[in-house]
């Protein structure tokens, strides 16, 4: 499989939006209620969601595609924190790391992750903040392995429900 990361530009919001809901939808469809899911696609994953964070020049969002043929397959968001634990000043969120689940395991998702750390370092960034579903233990293992601590604990709704996700933190 060959592939490549790039900075996405104002362009890609398409791409990006396309990404986060499919593989929103891949993740969680067996374990939360459909119209939860269409609702939070519909306003955490639209294209104008991607517009404002492309357009914001302290967000960095990076994305991955199959090569040849440039698919979009993933991508990163690195932007201000927004967590009910105080941020430190040189804090930045991983507010989305997402990976269409036929790249999983492939090697992709620890390059997307080394390149949102070296982003992060590249913006004078000296920790790296982000949430994620508790039930998520894929995702968790994958955090634990790249050097994340869970640091405290957020709600996080996804439609109507609520979810008490934890908070992790690693320094770049």
Excluded at 65 to 81: D, F, K, Q
Aim: charged content about 20%.
């Amino acid at each position: 499989m060959t592939w490549r990361l790039r900075r996405a530009g104002p362009g890609d919001a398409p791409a990006l939006a396309l990404v986060a809901s499919a593989s929103f939808l891949d993740t969680y469809a067996s374990v939360l209620a459909g119209a939860d899911i269409i609702a939070h696609c519909t306003t955490k994953n639209s294209i104008a969601v991607f517009e404002t964070w492309l357009a914001d020049p302290a967000t960095i969002v990076t994305l991955a595609e199959y090569e040849p043929g440039h698919a979009p397959i993933g991508y990163t968001v690195l932007t201000a924190p927004d967590f009910p634990i105080e941020p430190g000043p040189a804090d930045i969120e991983l507010r989305r790391i997402y990976l269409m689940q036929q790249a999983q395991g492939s090697g992709f998702g620890a390059a997307l992750m080394t390149r949102a750390l070296e982003d992060a370092a590249a913006a004078d960034r000296t920790r790296v903040l982000l949430g994620v579903w508790d039930q998520n233990t894929r995702a968790r293992a994958f955090y634990e392995r790249q050097g994340f601590k869970v640091i405290g604990t957020r709600q996080f709704t996804v439609g109507t429900t609520l979810h008490d996700d934890p908070v992790y933190a690693r320094a770049v």
